[in-house]
């Protein structure tokens, strides 16, 4: 057996196997072998089988078989041995392996083609210096909690002509062409100041119609009304109607103790500065997350940009196209690559910075991530006393269900969070405490 590498790039290489009939054929007479003392066939005795009678009915697909398994171990122990970092799987070459005749070859030649990566380096020091935005809860943000609050946990009511704090439900249409949406939603407070007349005292069955690129500020709302993504809400242009089936109302909620008990459970809080400085501690432990996983972001996107890795593109298309099962198309991967290739690399510097810097995940921390999971699901340390020992039971089910990629997620989670929390420690982040409007401002402003 002969296995050379030929490197067109240092990025990309084929990798040939040379086989000769000694390399395969002991493990081919041992398969027949096998084949004779297990085959039932008609006229022959079990385990009476001849070999020749095998030969005859299964020998090329046990030889075909053999090779293959042969192929694949040598491939994966020569990847291995010689310490070559390659990206997704070994390409088998179809055209060649089309031309082999496996009734009277005996020697074999295949080729693999093969994506690699280049040796990279990368700094995480005080030296790295990655923005991080705090946000700070002002009491303009605090007074629209309490608002949408009161509305969500209000009286609804069904009045007959809408008024300007009104919900429309109905029929969109778009005027040319074929768009229709049967169940369709508008708040009319979110409707554009200068539009939110024609929406005021209309009855059920009553049309509306109206410009849908000057309806709504936000291109959010564009695409709640007409179910589509929020960039193609922003070429969205055209007139619409709009037929009313239902106008509800919301009356608001009065601050009492009902309104305190259904916002965060019986008796939490029982009192109006209580329950204020409770919304106020959710907000900020929400806005407190936001800003984390933007950091993350920042993180992210600072060593994507300043880590110089050299990726075999034309490899990872056909690797992508080839183990898609027919998903991947020329038309996803236009539109996908430059997104695929950023989350490659990203993978690539988190794998090496955890190799560097021995950064492991212990199967125990993945089962005690399970049970934390299980505990805040199902409520808390009551749950627990009321379990007992069952609990590493359960947690250990868990993580074994779906063939076990149930431990692979929590493992991969703790993992990433090691070594996010390894970078932000040893690298400079400087933080700029801002407004909740000027955090929404900053991350629609960040582009890749």
Request: proline share 2%.
């Given at each position: ?5 030929n490197k ?9 196997i040379?086989l ?9 007479e041992?398969?027949v072998?096998d ?6 066939i ?11 009678v095998?030969?005859?009915m ?16 040598k491939l994966s122990?020569?990847i291995?041995?010689?310490n070559?970092k ?10 060649k392996a089309?031309?082999i005749d496996?009734d009277?070859?005996k ?9 690699m990566?280049?040796d990279?380096?990368?700094?995480v020091?005080?030296k790295v ?5 705090p946000?700070?809860v002002d ?7 309490l ?7 209000g ?14 439900f109905?029929?969109l249409?778009?005027?040319?062409g074929d ?9 009319i407070?979110?409707v554009e100041k ?6 005021i ?11 849908i ?12 009304l007409?179910g ?5 809400a ?17 009356e608001?909620a009065?601050?009492?103790?009902e309104?305190?008990?259904?916002v965060?459970?019986?008796d939490?809080?029982?009192?109006e500065?209580?329950f204020?400085n409770k919304v106020k501690e959710t ?19 600072y060593?994507?940009?300043n880590?110089?890795i ?5 490899f990872?298309k ?9 998903e991947?198309?020329?038309?996803v991967?236009s ?6 290739k ?8 988190k ?17 005690n991530?399970a049970?934390?999971l299980?505990?805040a ?8 006393e ?8 359960i ?11 149930n ?7 703790l ?17 700029k ?7 929404k ?8």
């Amino acid at each position: 057996m002969e296995i050379t590498l030929n490197k067109k790039t240092n990025t990309e290489g084929v990798i040939k196997i040379k086989l000769t009939e000694g390399d395969y054929q002991p493990h081919v007479e041992e398969k027949v072998k096998d084949y004779s003392r297990k085959a039932n066939i008609k006229g022959f005795r079990q385990g009476k089988v001849p070999s020749g009678v095998i030969k005859k009915m299964f020998g090329k697909s046990i030889l075909v078989d053999e090779i293959n398994h042969l192929l694949s171990h040598k491939l994966s122990d020569y990847i291995k041995d010689n310490n070559i970092k390659i990206l997704g799987d070994p390409l088998p070459n179809q055209e060649k392996a089309r031309q082999i005749d496996w009734d009277a070859q005996k020697d074999f030649e295949f080729e693999y083609e093969i994506g690699m990566v280049e040796d990279f380096s990368y700094e995480v020091s005080s030296k790295v210096k990655v923005n991080s935005y705090p946000i700070e809860v002002d009491q303009k943000t605090i007074d629209e909690t309490l608002t949408d609050l009161k509305k969500r946990f209000g009286k609804v009511s069904y009045p007959e002509t809408s008024e300007a704090d009104d919900n429309l439900f109905g029929e969109l249409s778009a005027k040319e062409g074929d768009f229709k949406k049967e169940h369709a939603f508008i708040a009319i407070e979110k409707v554009e100041k200068k539009e939110q007349k024609k929406f005021i005292g209309l009855k059920k069955d009553e049309e509306v119609e109206f410009e849908i690129s000057k309806l709504f500020t936000e291109d959010a709302d564009v695409a709640q009304l007409l179910g589509v993504s929020e960039e193609e809400a922003k070429a969205a242009k055209g007139k619409y109607t709009f037929k009313i089936n239902t106008i509800s109302r919301v009356e608001p909620a009065a601050v009492n103790s009902e309104l305190f008990d259904r916002v965060f459970g019986k008796d939490v809080v029982t009192t109006e500065e209580d329950f204020i400085n409770k919304v106020k501690e959710t907000i900020s432990e929400n806005y407190k997350r936001e800003a984390e996983h933007f950091l993350d972001h920042n993180i992210e996107d600072y060593f994507i940009q300043n880590t110089s890795i050299n990726l075999p593109d034309d490899f990872l298309k056909s690797w992508l196209k080839s183990s898609s099962n027919g998903e991947v198309t020329e038309e996803v991967i236009s539109k996908e690559f430059e997104h695929y290739k950023r989350g490659l690399k990203w993978d690539l510097v988190k794998n090496r910075v955890a190799e560097d810097n021995k950064i492991t995940v212990e199967a125990e921390e993945v089962r005690n991530k399970a049970k934390e999971l299980i505990v805040a699901q199902f409520g808390g340390q009551a749950f627990v006393e009321q379990l007992g020992d069952r609990l590493d039971g359960i947690a250990d089910n868990y993580l074994q269900n779906e063939n076990g990629q149930n431990f692979m997620r929590l493992y991969n989670q703790l993992r990433g969070e090691k070594i996010l929390k390894f970078i932000k420690d040893n690298i400079t982040v400087d933080e700029k405490k801002v407004s909740v409007d000027e955090f929404k401002k900053i991350v629609a402003e960040h582009k890749h």
